[in-house]
């Protein structure tokens, strides 16, 4: 049973599923970043992009002040159809980072031309204190690391 998102201190679960048939123009190579998952959690549903405020988020060294974040985590997996005629050239490699801040992972798996990304960010509090900040820093900056890297696909001649 998913729960009820308005009340924060029980766990809840929401699902989606969705298509885009064009994500990247196919022709001799297929290049593209792995697309960010939904960020479906009540702080951030109505930001239009949760990545770039995260990006806000890690961007000073240090705080002076404590920084909010959201509670919880999210996990997503996206399922990507690569055309039957391209090989993988370049797939980035698995993450795994957990510090006091929390955890990420981060992995590909690619096989008969269907790529799935497995993708996991649970923080382990909702404000974090000046002192506790490098931490979902250093995490978060790995975490936007991972998302950028390239997936590069070639056509088979």
Request: proline residues 10%; without cysteine; hydrophobic residues 40%.
């Amino acid at each position: 049973f998913p729960g009820d998102p308005t009340i924060l201190d029980k766990q809840f679960r929401v699902g989606a599923k969705w298509s885009t048939p064009d994500f990247a123009k196919v022709g001799r190579h297929l290049s593209f970043p792995v697309p960010p998952g939904p960020f479906l959690v009540p702080s951030l549903s109505a930001t239009p992009n949760p990545i770039s405020y995260l990006a806000e988020v890690a961007g000073p060294v240090s705080r002076k002040h404590s920084v909010e974040t959201y509670l919880g985590g999210v996990s997503w997996t996206s399922t990507i159809h690569i055309p039957s005629d391209y090989k993988a050239v370049v797939l980035p490699s698995n993450q795994k980072v957990r510090n006091a801040a929390g955890k990420f992972s981060y992995k590909i798996q690619y096989d008969h031309n269907v790529l799935l990304v497995h993708y996991d960010l649970k923080l382990n509090r909702v404000v974090y204190s000046p002192q506790q900040y490098p931490a979902l820093r250093a995490l978060l900056l790995a975490d936007f690391s991972a998302q950028k890297s390239p997936l590069i696909f070639a056509h088979n001649k």
